[in-house]
């Protein structure tokens, strides 16, 4: 079974903390995905990546950075939290089969005070 | 554009009533199309994809491609089934719609 592990499950940090979000998964996946989940927008993707240092922007990059420097592991930054980034985060990752399906970590719930 | 559309946010039902979540879809190519779901304080999950045109949980999903639609249907609602739904389309990436909540009172 896939394991894709999120280093904290709540997170409290001030405005203009710079913030980093671990993800790490086992199953040797090439593509992994950051998202943010908001009531009432659904998930928003904001990075993801192909392969190690490699990354892409995705529909809201603004404010964030990522960083894969190692094939199981996707870091998301916050360069400067702000109180708008306050959000449940959510990393995801993806065989490059077809069709299969994302598989997704149990979250972090972000507090930007 | 590639889009995914719920346009409920909240469904509400009594417990053994019919359940359809609506979902379409804008896309030119040939879709991947999953439903996933979210339990109460669990992890997004994949409920079933479109590919493997199978049941689970009672939960089917047809891909209609003249209407751009994949409803997720259930004939008989328990009140397990209350989450939150989310209907997505895979490109090289997976766009999700807004989701759609899904109540089942006893």
């Known amino acids: 079974d896939v394991k894709v592990t999120q280093s904290s499950r709540y997170l409290v940090k001030r405005t203009g903390e710079k913030v980093f979000l671990e993800c790490v998964q086992d199953m040797d996946h090439e593509n992994m995905f950051w998202y943010r989940q908001d009531p009432g927008l659904g998930l928003r993707l904001i990075y993801f990546?192909?392969?190690?240092?490699?990354?892409e922007k995705g529909d809201i990059p603004e404010g964030y950075s990522v960083s894969r420097e190692k094939k199981e592991r996707f870091s998301l930054i916050l360069e400067s939290a702000s109180t708008n980034q306050t959000s449940m985060y959510l990393c995801?990752?993806?065989?490059?089969?077809?069709?299969?399906?994302?598989?997704f970590g149990d979250g972090t719930r972000l507090s930007i005070l | 554009a590639q889009r995914v559309t719920q346009p409920e946010k909240l469904l509400s039902v009594f417990k053994g009533a019919p359940v359809e979540l609506k979902c379409n879809y804008s896309?030119?190519?040939?879709?991947?199309l999953f439903w996933y779901v979210q339990y109460s304080r669990q992890r997004l999950q994949l409920l079933l994809r479109h590919i493997s045109r199978e049941s689970i949980k009672g939960f089917t999903a047809d891909l209609n491609k003249g209407e751009t639609s994949f409803h997720l249907k259930k004939p008989f609602a328990q009140e397990e089934d209350s989450a939150m739904y989310y209907c997505a389309l895979g490109t090289d990436k997976l766009i999700f719609g807004t989701g759609t909540r899904l109540q089942v009172f006893p």
């Open positions: 896309y030119s190519g040939s879709p991947e």
């Open positions: 990546s192909y392969d190690v240092k490699m990354k």
């Open positions: 995801a990752t993806l065989t490059a089969a077809a069709y299969q399906p994302q598989h």
